[in-house]
T-cell receptor, first 115, second 114 residues
Framework: DTAVSQTPKYLVTQMGNDKSIKCEQNLGHDTMYWYKQDSKKFLKIMFSYNNKELIINETVPNRFSPKSPDKAHLNLHINSLELGDSAVYFCASSHGVGGPRETQYFGPGTRLLVL | AQSVSQHNHHVILSEAASLELGCNYS??????LFWYVQYPGQHLQLLLK??????LVKGIKGFEAEFIKSKFSFNLRKPSVQWSDTAEYFCAVNAQGSARQLTFGSGTQLTVLP
């Protein structure tokens, strides 16, 4: 009965490859997010979706494309992977429209290593 | 734009010592403040949050934090730490009227020695 789940947990790949990370939440939340945590543990938001609609799109390369097939899923596709994409990617969700008082619930993270 | 500073990068304490982790934010308006904890190899979990009212908020596992508006601070405290408190602690702010963006500090690694 995991609340926010991500697959895979670990992803090791070569530069130039295309990969996807999947996220699912069973909390009935309306808003989902993707964060990137770099090697210094600094967390930064990348995207957020509310009911399948993009509401936050930070300065992220076009190689990153989120896709939300339904409000319980927010997948992250990355084209032409680069060394600098190596990081831990966290998915999160919140109840509501992504307002400033909402508690965000995080997934376990996907550790991506680009060689 | 909002930002968050956590000046203590790594804190090492012995068990039973008292803990205070600093968090300062920069934003002139109303803010909502959070502390998250990330245990080794695990996801972020909410420790506590402050929206309004009593500036001293209590969270899980004996943690508390005090919002001091004049100092733009939201420091995390625990009177007596345990070895199991070893983790990374993140302060975060989400400002009212902002673009619905939770901004995190750089984190403080707490190591508690048995």
């Amino acid at each position: 009965d995991t609340a926010v789940s991500q697959t895979p947990k670990y992803l090791v790949t070569q530069m130039g490859n295309d990969k996807s990370i999947k996220c699912e939440q069973n909390l009935g939340h309306d808003t989902m997010y993707w964060y990137k945590q770099d090697s210094k543990k600094f967390l930064k938001i990348m995207f957020s979706y509310n009911n399948k609609e993009l509401i936050i799109n930070e300065t992220v390369p076009n190689r990153f494309s989120p896709k939300s097939p339904d409000k319980a899923h927010l997948n992250l596709h990355i084209n032409s992977l680069e060394l600098g994409d190596s990081a831990v990617y966290f998915c999160a969700s919140s109840h509501g429209v992504g307002g400033p008082r909402e508690t965000q619930y995080f997934g376990p993270g996907t550790r991506l290593l680009v060689l | 734009a909002q930002s968050v500073s956590q000046h203590n990068h790594h804190v090492i304490l012995s068990e039973a010592a008292s803990l205070e982790l600093g968090c300062n934010y920069s934003y002139g308006g109303t803010v909502n403040l959070f502390w998250y904890v990330q245990y080794p190899g695990q996801h972020l979990q909410l420790l506590l949050k402050y929206f309004s009212g009593d500036p001293l908020v209590k969270g899980i596992k004996g943690f508390e934090a005090e919002f001091i508006k004049s100092k733009f601070s939201f420091n995390l405290r625990k009177p007596s730490v345990q070895w199991s408190d070893t983790a990374e602690y993140f302060c975060a702010v989400n400002a009212q009227g902002s673009a619905r963006q939770l901004t995190f500090g750089s984190g403080t690694q707490l190591t508690v020695l048995p």
